[in-house]
């Protein structure tokens, strides 16, 4: 039996959802702090997960994105910039591996950027709109929606943020909450579900041009 999720007048009265704070959110910088970082997330083992990438505005124009890739922990966040040569090793490694599984919302378009600026297949990955769709709900299911259906609260998404310069050296602290949060309610919303991760619609080796399940 298909759900019906709630309307954007519904999610619009509920409270707020709570995000990581400032202080929760890192973005390495050094070989270092990309190495720590990186070892601290593969002992997660599923993070939330999502990238930023600069807006395009004219037509025909191609993304140089992402510039930003987010990994959310239980309790904080690293935020890898791609301008940040020596993090890319790292980066790489956690974005193949299909031990770490990486959960987030339509990463299709995600995995594409990735395979388009570094060449390679995005693995362990969960789709929440996969998973919404296998508990009866068949629209498109982002962020919003979610957060509204499992804690009936209010995720908010600031246009003016989200259409933001995301290849810009130093992310704004609305940046950095943003970026941060989109990944942390994703991984918020999967520990919400309770799933077994032998029920999880891993998808490994996710291509560009690999199609989500409705």
Known sequence: MMKVSPTKDE??????????????????TCTEEFASATAEIKTAGIVGFDTESKPTFSIGEVSEGPH????????????????QADGHPFLIELLQSEQLIK????????????RAKLGISL?????????????????????RTAVAIVFKQRFRK??????????????????????????????????ALALPRADLPIMGAVSHSAESIT
């Open 123 to 143: 693995g362990g990955v969960v789709d929440l709109n996969t998973v919404f769709s296998m508990h009866g709900y068949h629209k498109h299911m982002g962020v």
């Open 11 to 28: 999610i619009a009265l509920l409270e707020p959802f709570v995000g990581l704070a400032l202080e929760r959110i890192h973005v390495p």
């Open 68 to 83: 930003v890739v987010q990994f959310a922990l239980h309790d904080k966040a690293y935020l890898f910039q791609m301008h």
């Open 158 to 191: 600031s246009r003016k943020v989200t259409t933001s310069n995301w290849s810009q050296p130093q992310l704004t602290p609305q940046q950095l909450l943003y970026a941060a949060n989109d990944a942390y309610a994703a991984l918020k919303v999967l520990e």
């Open 103 to 114: 959960v987030g919302f339509d990463l299709k378009s995600d995995s594409g950027h990735i």
